[in-house]
């Protein structure tokens, strides 16, 4: 699921549909463990104004919580945001046009400038920053926006409720996972990114992943789940491994921590985090936190 990175992604860097007001968004769990309760809902990291307002549960949720916690808090220093792309998005000067074959360097070109992106400022960055790039160029032409994502929603919510936001990672955190990507294999991701872009599929995964967060369609979301799980390119192993297996362990450690001492806390994470066999509700159940699927 190569174009589901950016959806873990797109905080670092949205033609409003018709919709219910606050209906059901993503997916919402309730857990429980040491005499607290939390709700776990899972987010876009880009948005749209028809996104809002969210379902009452979630509004009340936030406005009476203890705790609200994000992947990133949307007020990290920039400074640390920017050192993190310093140390692990920007390319040495020419190492990409000498690691980079002529063919893929004609395709990425015509990719650039189909979205619009500058080439010289692209050849700065890494391949698998470069490829990010234009899968965010993707979300955009679509109308999806980070401005209006769903964490920073509610984060505007918490605060204005005087309610503590944290972040269960750091951009830091998040980039260097990236570093662990040999320069071959970010050539592979970006190679397969171009090949989505070129064909459409792309496009067509944004429209469904985002779809499916709009109306909470379980079924769908297991589905992409699935797909995730049986990829067998380069970025799609990396996504499943690395990205989604791997953090989600880490974040289920944070969030029994975080049971043991809040109650009434709220913890919003990418939908994707909260669908499949080693998903962060499955992991909590495996730790003895008592889930509950709500929708």
Aim: aromatic share 6%; proline share 3%.
């Amino acid at each position: 699921m190569r174009r589901q990175i950016i959806v873990v992604f797109l905080s670092l860097f949205c033609l409003a549909l018709p919709s219910a007001s606050g209906a059901n968004r993503g997916a919402l769990f309730k857990v429980a463990a040491h005499g607290h309760t939390m709700y776990l809902f899972g987010t876009m990291h880009v948005g749209q104004p028809g996104f809002y307002p969210l379902e009452p549960r979630i509004v009340a949720a936030v406005a009476g919580a203890s705790t609200l916690a994000l992947e990133i808090d949307p007020n990290e220093d920039p400074a640390s945001k920017a050192l993190a792309l310093q140390s692990f998005g920007m390319a040495a000067p020419g190492a990409n046009v000498q690691a980079m074959a002529p063919a893929l360097r004609a395709r990425l070109r015509k990719a650039l400038e189909k979205t619009g992106i500058d080439g010289d400022a692209a050849n700065k960055f890494k391949p698998w920053l470069v490829a990010t790039v234009l899968a965010v160029a993707e979300y955009a032409a679509q109308g999806y926006r980070a401005d209006l994502s769903v964490d920073a929603h509610l984060a505007q919510m918490a605060r204005g409720a005087k309610v503590a936001v944290i972040g269960l990672e750091s951009t830091m955190s998040q980039l260097s996972l990236f570093n662990r990507l040999s320069n071959e294999e970010q050539l592979r991701v970006l190679e397969e990114s171009i090949e989505q872009s070129e064909s459409g599929r792309q496009g067509a995964e944004v429209r469904q992943i985002v779809e499916a967060w709009r109306t909470a369609d379980r079924r769908t979301l297991d589905e992409i789940a699935a797909r995730i799980a049986s990829d067998t390119s380069v970025s799609g192993k990396f996504f499943k491994k690395v990205l989604l297996d791997e953090r989600n362990v880490a974040i289920a450690d944070k969030l029994v921590a975080l049971l043991q001492h809040d109650d009434k806390a709220v913890a919003a994470i990418g939908v994707l985090h909260l669908v499949g066999a080693n998903s962060v509700p499955a992991l909590l159940s495996a730790r003895g936190v008592s889930v509950e699927r709500v929708y």
